[in-house]
């Protein structure tokens, strides 16, 4: 689990402010995700990175906005959430699409108030 | 379209006996298949994964999967159960339809593993 990490672990935000969540993986892996996991419902992938070209948006709302700056760091930006998007969010990385396995950091807890 | 259902909200079972955590799948072409465990404040962590090959897979902490074409499962098992077990288990598929980056999960069955 060392080779994801994520910062920060918690996070408490209002519904106004801007926030980032930071993700770094130590692996040499080209590929990125983006989930959100809520209580009692399946993983959601947001975004997907491949070589820092983004591959995958699964519909998710224009105030999460993702950036890929080099294929080792991911960072989803938050601005005016909603309650609902209280969650933990986890990013993953992969050595490249298809049958290889995510390895995954710790999440980060946010809470919307 | 792929789906991966896991029917049991939750597993209860007595420390040294076996286990099964139930997982069906439905892909066109042929399935990844993958379990994943998820212990409280962490990241998921791979278990095991089928790609081709044998249909029984092996994995870690001495998890295995079998793999059965005809019934669409990949269930996860376990000889001889530990408290330690207890904790969250995803099933998922590859989506190699969509370019292959995408994974689609199952709802996750929570293992409870009694003393």
């Known amino acids: 689990e060392t080779g994801v990490t994520q910062t920060p672990r918690h996070l408490v935000m209002g519904m106004t402010n801007k926030k980032s969540l930071k993700c770094e993986q130590h692996l040499g892996h080209n590929a990125m995700y983006w989930y959100k996991q809520s209580a009692k419902k399946p993983l959601e992938l947001m975004f997907v990175y491949s070589l820092e070209e983004r591959v995958e948006n699964n519909s998710v709302p224009s105030r999460f906005s993702p950036e890929c700056p080099n294929s080792s760091h991911l960072f989803l930006h938050l601005h005016t959430l909603q309650p609902e998007d209280s969650a933990l969010y986890l990013c993953a990385s992969s050595q490249e699409k298809g049958a290889y396995t995510q390895y995954f950091g710790p999440g980060t807890r946010l809470t919307v108030l | 379209a792929q789906s991966v259902a896991q029917p049991e909200d939750q597993v209860n079972v007595a420390e040294g006996n076996p286990l099964t955590v139930k997982c069906t799948y439905s892909?066109?072409?042929?399935?990844?298949l993958f379990w994943y465990v998820q212990y409280p404040n962490r990241g998921l962590q791979f278990l095991l994964k089928?790609?081709?090959?044998?249909?029984l897979v092996k994995g870690s902490y001495g998890f295995e999967a079998e793999f059965n074409k005809s019934q669409t499962s990949f269930h996860l098992k376990k000889p001889s159960a530990l408290v330690s077990d207890s904790a969250l288990y995803f099933c998922?598929?590859?989506?190699?339809?969509?370019?292959?980056?995408?994974?689609?999960f199952g709802a996750g069955t929570r293992l409870f593993v009694k003393a």
């Open positions: 998922a598929v590859r989506d190699m339809k969509t370019g292959g980056f995408k994974t689609i």
């Open positions: 892909v066109s072409g042929n399935p990844y």
């Open positions: 089928y790609i081709t090959g044998d249909n």
